[in-house]
């Protein structure tokens, strides 16, 4: 039984997502496959290049509030991106390399509290590598492998893949070919998965 | 303790609030306060002349399968309407009618059922008429006089209220000025309700 995640670092629900599916996997008996992909793509082709709660502004005020309410139920500290929507193209690319080589999910988890628990730019190599330190991986060379062309074009066939499979927003969880999309869905797809 | 429930008849995720709000509020000991409204002038505002499910239908595939999740789940029959969006205009104001007289949570829930379970077609005056005759009210009466002038601009006033308020979607719930959008979220506005 398995449940894949696909998330963006730019995205405000995968944050509280990708703090809560390895517990809630492991206790429900479901593995995780961690798959970070991009929203860009996905939201240029429907004419956006912005997000859509900056686009939509009242949307935004609801979502900003929404995630005060659920990181408070979670035990999660919420503090606004030093952007927003973040570029979270090179963090991508590294957890990406990460779960590939088992240290994708501490990654992933570190990477969302640097944007939206810490204030830190996760565009910025240096605050990547102090992740990567952290988790006793050499910076240098790690952000090197994932900045090879063909690390480069596995980001760019994950995105497509998902955009394939009807994936429209972040975070989203595919059980076989069953897509829930959305943080308050995460119960749904292990219930799924389960079944 | 009381729960402001805005919900539009063309709306999908309104059709399970509008389903199970009652139940759920009673169980709370949280009143609710039936509030018909037009998503119509909403979306128009934002640059959309559809079901935004419609203008994105990779969205609006993924919306279906979500629906015929939930409504299974529910124990709601679903069906696809006889047109989406369907024209809601005549049943708001006969709900919101309603609402004044104490009969709008019992025609909400008949024209929700008529429209998502049933395939008949909201916007025609003898499908509204046999709910009302269901309901033993006199629907030539009724009708008229959810159609004076003052009647229609009490449902425009409701609308605009919305809109002042931050409503962008359907279903929406409000808990003082706290608002909770999408039926995912009934649970959480009653718990606030308690507070």
Redesign the interface.
């Known amino acids: 039984m398995k449940v894949e995640f696909f998330y963006e670092f730019a995205s405000t629900y995968s944050y509280p997502a990708a703090m809560r599916v390895g517990r809630l996997a492991e206790a429900a008996g479901v593995d995780v496959l961690w798959r970070p992909f991009l929203l860009g793509p996905i939201f240029g082709a429907?004419g956006w290049n912005d997000s859509p709660f900056n686009i939509?502004p009242?949307?935004g005020?609801?979502m900003w509030?929404?995630m005060a309410?659920i990181c408070k139920a979670d035990g999660l500290i919420l503090k606004e991106p030093v952007r927003f929507p973040q570029n979270g193209l090179k963090a991508a690319r590294l957890a990406l390399l990460g779960s590939d080589e088992g240290w994708g999910a501490s990654f992933t988890r570190a990477a969302y509290l640097a944007n939206f628990a810490e204030q830190e730019d996760i565009s910025d190599d240096r605050v990547l590598a102090a992740i990567l330190k952290a988790l006793s991986l050499d910076p240098a060379a790690t952000i090197a492998r994932a900045n090879t062309p063909e690390h480069k074009a596995r980001l760019k066939t994950q995105t497509e893949e998902a955009i394939a499979r009807?994936v429209?927003?972040a975070p989203s969880f595919f059980v076989g070919d069953e897509?829930?999309?959305g943080n308050?869905?995460l119960e749904?797809a292990l219930e799924w998965a389960r079944r």
């Open positions: 429907q939509y009242v949307k005020q609801y509030r929404d309410r009807g429209f927003g897509l829930f999309w308050d869905r749904d």
